[in-house]
């Protein structure tokens, strides 16, 4: 079993009508970079809060290195954490913020003043602490909250869209910087952040929260590769929707799916006539003169959108549907519109994120 | 035209604000005439003189400052201590309690005053300074209350809880953040307390016996019994003082600016 | 998930002194003589504790309805007039450069800090028939004898204006202050004339400001009665004064606190109106 640091167990949350988290349990292992992701409104603050103890869970309980933390008041707890909007004491200076965790344990004055240091060192802020927070920029404050957290060295660190409220240039820099901050200090990071691009570059799992409850927890592979829920594709990535009815599975595991008008192959179990909506990413659909993978399945050349480094092309499929497809932009030579092609994908990248009895309804 | 556009709203800011000192203008003349007449005969320093010599106008005095310190002090504590439990409590009657507390600001003075006559007069507290302390102290506290209330209002609740996050109690939050964040709105309602205290006519009327007089109270009397340039006198030294602390304190502004 | 509610007990201990000290000197004070204005007039001093609605009865004779008619047009006047004096004040102040503006503001609110008896003692020594204006105007040659303008009602509306207007100009200037200057842009770029932005756009921007300045001047206008006092003479009785008679004079308790109680019925309804009009800003929204 894998070192478990922070265990999230069963939590529930109400606010007054609204139902933040439902039901939300991860472990948390030493020393990874953990996010969750999901889109305003999915509970991932609320979740942050119960951990960092601001908030108290309905239901469940919250684990710091096997101890119950549930009730404890959030001075107590061995986590610190990043506020979204930096909450730096506007009335200190920036040594002062970064000291002040440390001046509550009472380090002394000398240790705690070569530390401070350090860590300005280490957010590259050296020679910045005697200014006040308000003569900072917004991506030295951010550093600063990072400094003022990490000093104490928590057992956890808890970042609550830190990069946020950055332009993009300087986000993708201080995404950089985290990351390698991270890795070097060893500390276990739980990064919430609503930018999939963000998340897919920076963590060792991601956890994705829609409606209170958590979708889906895995590597950025699994993630991006293997949705298991609809929403887990939808939300991360562009993916085409295909909802197809089960004919056949031979016993290597590949099915044979209908599907406008023709038939499709896929990986994975399933019963004749089940219903099964499968996430194909667009990047991974080709179409051409090729059939290897044995799809009996064809369309039109609809249009083409370009996007810089992007073509992004639209197939008519018989029955009226539409599939969308990526592929490099560039001097490629475009198949031109209204041509008939014959459309398939490698049946390994497909991932069943729905099924369905024949008469269930959607 | 365009040049009348610009300078007509200022001479009209101008004159509007000229019409108001005019009576302070008066008062300060007046302070150095050498006559209890409403003519001019001449310049003199006679009244100052005898400003200081006048007992009942000294004691009157000391008597505003001292309960203006009192009851502005004891409503810092407790408007500010209130504004924050308030701002911490979920009741159902909280908008009720909160709207009684305020309601000394909201009504007509004089209601209050006949209220804690009638009040003072059936408890039988002797009228004095007990009873002037206690009925300034509650017209006092709704200018500090709705000063850090709103403040409260304003700050960031991360920035607490960022303290908390850190290691700090909540005692200790509230010294190291709340405090000093909300200080400069304790500061201003204090003053803005204070001030409607030491002018406090109505209320202080009703709520004083015959031993204690304020400045104001005395004032009144005098202007309502023929006045003595003494008041004059009193009067412009105040608004010295009163415009040297607000010179001082634009300066002390200045200055902080040109620091940072 | 931006929902923030501070984890809140039902009521925070820090909240008591205050409470306490409200229901204690605030509420029961006001209680009492809500309940003293039901009773019956004792014969020295003070009430007899026997329900009857004589007060009330009382006030509603003709003499007490024309000061409280005389009382309401003083304040509606002192409203208006701190209203047209005041707006254009403060809307003018607001454009001034930052520098002259905040010179303006302090000169506008040292006057507070000095007594406000001695500067309506100074429009005393103004007015009067041997006051400055009268020796002025009569050594221009502008008038033959002096004028009488202290103690007429006049004077007790120059007095009244002059004590709140700096109220008005407050609570105007700082929705003007607030303004959306470019909603007045985008008014005159879609045609309108300087007038009619002004009327279309920036009035009702400043309609808070606007109700909370004459909420803060109606109310306090009722009760002051020692402008009327001073500057009136005896001619002009208001509300304010009628109640210090009723309790210092009359020595009639019950009809003070039935006066008392209409008052406060009158401030709280304009203060309710004041809060439906604006949108439920709480009552802070008037300081």
């Given at each position: 079993?894998?070192?478990?640091?922070?265990?999230?167990?069963?939590?529930?949350?109400?606010?007054?009508?609204?139902?933040?988290?439902?039901?939300?349990?991860?472990?948390?292992?030493?020393?990874?970079?953990?996010?969750?992701?999901?889109?305003?409104?999915?509970?991932?603050?609320?979740?942050?809060?119960?951990?960092?103890?601001?908030?108290?869970?309905?239901?469940?309980?919250?684990?710091?290195?096997?101890?119950?933390?549930?009730?404890?008041?959030?001075?107590?707890?061995?986590?610190?954490?990043?506020?979204?909007?930096?909450?730096?004491?506007?009335?200190?200076?920036?040594?002062?913020?970064?000291?002040?965790?440390?001046?509550?344990?009472?380090?002394?004055?000398?240790?705690?003043?070569r530390r401070v240091e350090e860590m300005l060192e280490l957010v590259q802020l050296a020679g910045f602490g005697q200014r006040?927070?308000?003569?900072?920029?917004?991506?030295?404050?951010?550093?600063?909250?990072?400094?003022?957290?990490?000093?104490?060295?928590?057992?956890?660190?808890?970042?609550?869209?830190?990069?946020?409220?950055?332009?993009?240039?300087?986000?993708?820099q201080m995404q950089t910087e985290l990351k390698s901050l991270q890795k070097r200090l060893g500390?276990?990071?739980?990064?919430?952040?609503?930018?999939?691009?963000?998340?897919?570059?920076?963590?060792?799992?991601?956890?994705?929260?829609?409606?209170?409850?958590?979708?889906?927890?895995?590597?950025?592979?699994?993630?991006?590769?293997?949705?298991?829920?609809?929403?887990?594709?939808?939300?991360?990535?562009?993916?085409?929707?295909?909802?197809?009815?089960?004919?056949?599975?031979?016993?290597?595991?590949?099915?044979?799916?209908?599907?406008?008008?023709?038939?499709?192959?896929?990986?994975?179990?399933?019963?004749?006539?089940?219903?099964?909506?499968?996430?194909?990413?667009?990047e991974r659909v080709k179409y051409g003169k090729d059939t290897r993978y044995g799809f009996d399945l064809s369309g039109t050349v609809k249009a083409h959108t370009y996007t810089g480094g992007m073509l992004r092309t639209t197939l008519l499929l018989p029955d009226g549907q539409e599939l969308t497809v990526s592929g490099m932009g560039g001097s490629d030579e475009r198949v031109a519109v209204g041509t008939q092609v014959h459309i398939q994908w490698d049946p390994a990248c497909s991932a069943i994120v729905e099924r369905r009895e024949p008469g269930e309804k959607a | 035209m365009k040049k009348l556009g610009k300078w007509l709203p200022r001479l009209y800011v101008a004159v509007l604000l000229a019409i108001m000192y005019l009576p302070i203008l008066v008062v300060v003349i007046y302070s150095f005439n050498d006559t209890k007449l409403f003519q001019w005969e001449g310049f003199t320093l006679d009244w100052y003189r005898k400003l200081m010599t006048n007992r009942v106008i000294g004691q009157a005095f000391w008597n505003s400052v001292k309960l203006a310190v009192l009851s502005s002090g004891a409503a810092a504590v407790l408007g500010t201590v209130g504004a924050i439990g308030m701002s911490q409590s979920h009741f159902k009657t909280k908008g009720l309690l909160e709207n009684v507390s305020i309601i000394p600001i909201m009504?007509?003075?004089?209601?209050?005053?006949?209220?804690?006559?009638?009040?003072?007069?059936?408890?039988?507290?002797?009228?004095?300074?007990?009873?002037?302390?206690?009925?300034?102290?509650?017209?006092?506290?709704?200018?500090?209350?709705?000063?850090?209330?709103?403040?409260?209002?304003?700050?960031?609740?991360?920035?607490?809880?960022?303290?908390?996050?850190?290691?700090?109690?909540?005692?200790?939050?509230?010294?190291?953040?709340?405090?000093?964040?909300?200080?400069?709105?304790?500061?201003?309602?204090?003053?803005?307390?204070?001030?409607?205290?030491?002018?406090?006519?109505?209320?202080?009327?009703?709520a004083t016996g015959p031993q204690v007089t304020t400045l104001p109270l005395h004032i009144y009397s005098m202007l309502k019994m023929g006045v003595t340039p003494e008041i004059n006198a009193l009067c412009t030294i105040m608004l010295g003082v009163v415009f040297l602390g607000a010179a001082l304190l634009r300066l002390l502004r200045a200055s902080r600016k040109a620091q940072q | 998930?931006?929902?923030?509610?501070?984890?809140?007990?039902?009521?925070?201990?820090?909240?008591?002194?205050?409470?306490?000290?409200?229901?204690?000197?605030?509420?029961?004070?006001?209680?009492?003589?809500?309940?003293?204005?039901?009773?019956?007039?004792?014969?020295?001093?003070?009430?007899?504790?026997?329900?009857?609605l004589d007060s009330y009865q009382k006030i509603l004779s003709p003499t007490y309805l024309k000061v409280f008619a005389q009382s309401m047009w003083v304040a509606l006047l002192t409203t208006l007039f701190t209203l047209l004096l005041g707006y254009p004040f403060a809307y003018f102040t607001a454009k001034l450069p930052r520098r002259a503006r905040s010179a303006v503001l302090m000169l506008l609110v040292v006057p507070f800090w000095t007594n406000s008896l001695v500067r309506i003692y100074g429009w005393m020594i103004l007015l009067r028939s041997q006051g400055v204006l009268n020796n002025l105007?009569?050594?221009?040659?502008?008038?033959?004898?002096?004028?009488?303008?202290?103690?007429?009602?006049?004077?007790?509306?120059?007095?009244?204006?002059?004590?709140?207007?700096?109220?008005?100009?407050?609570?105007?200037?700082?929705?003007?202050?607030?303004?959306?200057?470019?909603?007045?842009?985008?008014?005159?770029?879609?045609?309108?004339?300087?007038?009619?932005?002004?009327?279309?756009?920036?009035?009702?921007?400043?309609?808070?400001?606007?109700?909370?300045?004459?909420?803060?001047?109606?109310?306090p206008s009722v009760g002051l009665f020692f402008i009327s006092d001073l500057m009136g003479g005896a001619k002009t009785v208001l509300l304010g004064n009628l109640i210090r008679n009723e309790l210092l004079t009359a020595r009639d308790w019950p009809t003070g606190a039935?006066?008392?109680?209409?008052?406060?019925?009158?401030?709280?309804?304009?203060?309710?109106?004041?809060?439906?009009?604006?949108?439920?800003?709480?009552?802070?929204?008037?300081l």
């Open positions: 079993m894998e070192d478990t640091i922070l265990s999230i167990e069963g939590i529930h949350k109400q606010f007054d009508t609204v139902k933040a988290l439902d039901g939300v349990s991860i472990d948390v292992r030493r020393g990874e970079f953990l996010t969750l992701l999901g889109p305003s409104g999915c509970g991932k603050t609320t979740l942050l809060r119960i951990i960092a103890g601001l908030e108290h869970p309905d239901e469940g309980r919250i684990l710091l290195n096997g101890q119950d933390v549930t009730d404890w008041e959030p001075n107590r707890r061995e986590v610190n954490t990043v506020f979204q909007n930096y909450a730096l004491f506007p009335h200190m200076n920036v040594e002062r913020n970064i000291s002040y965790g440390l001046r509550l344990r009472k380090v002394p004055k000398e240790e705690a003043h006040m927070p308000s003569q900072l920029s917004g991506g030295q404050r951010q550093r600063v909250a990072i400094a003022r957290a990490l000093v104490c060295q928590p057992a956890v660190l808890l970042l609550d869209e830190p990069l946020g409220a950055l332009d993009l240039q300087l986000r993708r500390i276990t990071f739980v990064y919430i952040t609503h930018d999939q691009e963000e998340a897919l570059n920076m963590s060792d799992r991601i956890g994705i929260l829609h409606n209170g409850r958590l979708e889906q927890l895995g590597t950025p592979d699994d993630i991006y590769e293997r949705p298991i829920t609809r929403f887990a594709a939808q939300f991360i990535g562009q993916s085409n929707m295909v909802e197809a009815q089960v004919l056949d599975q031979d016993p290597d595991g590949l099915l044979t799916l209908r599907y406008a008008g023709g038939t499709i192959k896929a990986k994975g179990q399933a019963q004749p006539g089940e219903l099964l909506t499968l996430s194909v990413r667009t | 009504i007509p003075e004089i209601i209050l005053g006949m209220a804690y006559l009638a009040f003072f007069t059936y408890l039988q507290i002797p009228f004095g300074m007990v009873t002037l302390v206690i009925a300034h102290t509650a017209f006092c506290i709704p200018y500090i209350y709705l000063n850090v209330k709103a403040r409260l209002a304003g700050l960031d609740p991360s920035i607490g809880e960022a303290a908390l996050d850190l290691g700090a109690s909540r005692t200790r939050m509230f010294w190291d953040i709340t405090l000093p964040m909300i200080f400069p709105a304790v500061a201003s309602g204090t003053l803005l307390a204070f001030a409607m205290s030491m002018d406090d006519v109505v209320i202080s009327f009703f | 998930m931006k929902k923030r509610k501070s984890s809140g007990k039902a009521l925070s201990l820090g909240a008591l002194p205050m409470l306490l000290w409200t229901l204690v000197f605030v509420a029961i004070p006001l209680l009492y003589i809500l309940w003293m204005s039901f009773m019956k007039r004792s014969a020295t001093w003070g009430v007899v504790a026997q329900f009857t105007f009569l050594s221009l040659g502008l008038i033959d004898q002096p004028l009488k303008m202290l103690y007429t009602f006049g004077s007790v509306l120059i007095g009244m204006i002059y004590a709140l207007i700096p109220f008005m100009i407050l609570s105007i200037y700082s929705s003007v202050e607030k303004m959306d200057w470019s909603l007045v842009e985008a008014a005159r770029d879609l045609g309108a004339s300087a007038w009619r932005a002004f009327f279309t756009v920036t009035l009702p921007q400043t309609a808070p400001g606007i109700m909370a300045g004459c909420v803060l001047v109606f109310v039935a006066l008392s109680m209409v008052m406060m019925i009158l401030s709280m309804g304009m203060i309710a109106l004041y809060k439906r009009l604006a949108g439920d800003k709480s009552l802070e929204g008037l």
